[in-house]
């Protein structure tokens, strides 16, 4: 059982490129969740979905897209890449909402130059 | 504007010491508190949740103490092993929410 899987686990790019980060669960989990961590900061809720074709924005959604096409898939787009969003991006899924358990990635490490 | 504050933001603890991390939260609509441990390269996990009508949950050596007048819970480490050396998040949301909202981590070394 393979859980959350997230490609590319890192990536440099150039500022105003961009590129999606994939994120994929086997879990059959309707909650999928984005975050960004820095560095002494936490996490920070980016999108999420409460199932397929259904997403809304968290804490720090500027900058980012997202969809949810299947259940499995949550890919997170970043247009015009900046240094502020160099960041650790991890994605989560959940059973259901508030009190279940949100199991991570292990994140993709982007590097804005 | 962070709606749960964590302290100490880095810990080191000898070997079969306790280990105690500290959040407060001001949210009173929040109705669930879990600690995630992350260890480096990796993303966080679940390690032990409360909710508030309780005042302490113990798990194997972890345990988590709730003051809910005082809006604050902790996470208590007994006997730290270095295997116990991560990260430490603690987090609050409410049941019929979808955001969990995270300290900002607590480093803790043990050492041997």
């Known amino acids: 059982n393979a859980g959350v899987t997230q490609t590319p686990k890192f990536r440099i790019l150039k500022i105003g490129q961009s590129m999606t980060l994939q994120c994929t669960q086997d879990?059959?989990?309707?909650?999928m969740y984005w975050y960004r961590q820095d560095p002494g900061m936490g996490l920070k809720l980016i999108y999420y979905?409460?199932?397929?074709?259904?997403?809304d924005k968290g804490e720090v959604p500027n900058g980012y897209n997202v969809s949810r096409s299947t259940t499995e898939d949550f890919p997170l787009r970043l247009e015009l890449a900046a240094p502020s969003q160099t960041s650790v991006y991890f994605c989560?899924?959940?059973?259901?909402?508030?009190?279940?358990?949100?199991?991570f990635g292990d994140g993709t490490r982007l590097s804005i130059l | 504007q962070q709606q749960v504050k964590q302290s100490p933001q880095s810990l080191i603890v000898q070997k079969g010491g306790i280990s105690i991390i500290n959040c407060a939260y001001e949210?009173?609509?929040?109705?669930?508190f879990p600690w995630y441990q992350q260890f480096p390269g990796k993303g966080p996990a679940l390690l032990i949740a409360?909710?508030?009508?309780?005042s302490e949950k113990k798990e194997g050596r972890f345990t988590i103490s709730f003051n809910k007048s005082a809006k604050q819970f902790s996470l208590h480490i007994m006997d730290s092993q270095p295997g116990d050396s991560a990260t430490y998040f603690c987090?609050?949301?409410?049941?019929?929410?979808?955001?969990?909202?995270f300290g900002k981590g607590t480093s803790l070394l043990v050492t041997p």
């Open positions: 879990m059959n989990h309707n909650y």
């Open positions: 987090a609050a949301s409410r049941n019929s929410g979808y955001a969990l909202n």
């Open positions: 979905s409460v199932g397929a074709g259904i997403t």
């Open positions: 949210n009173t609509a929040f109705d669930y």
């Open positions: 989560a899924s959940s059973y259901g909402q508030g009190s279940q358990p949100q199991h």
């Open positions: 409360i909710r508030p009508d309780v």
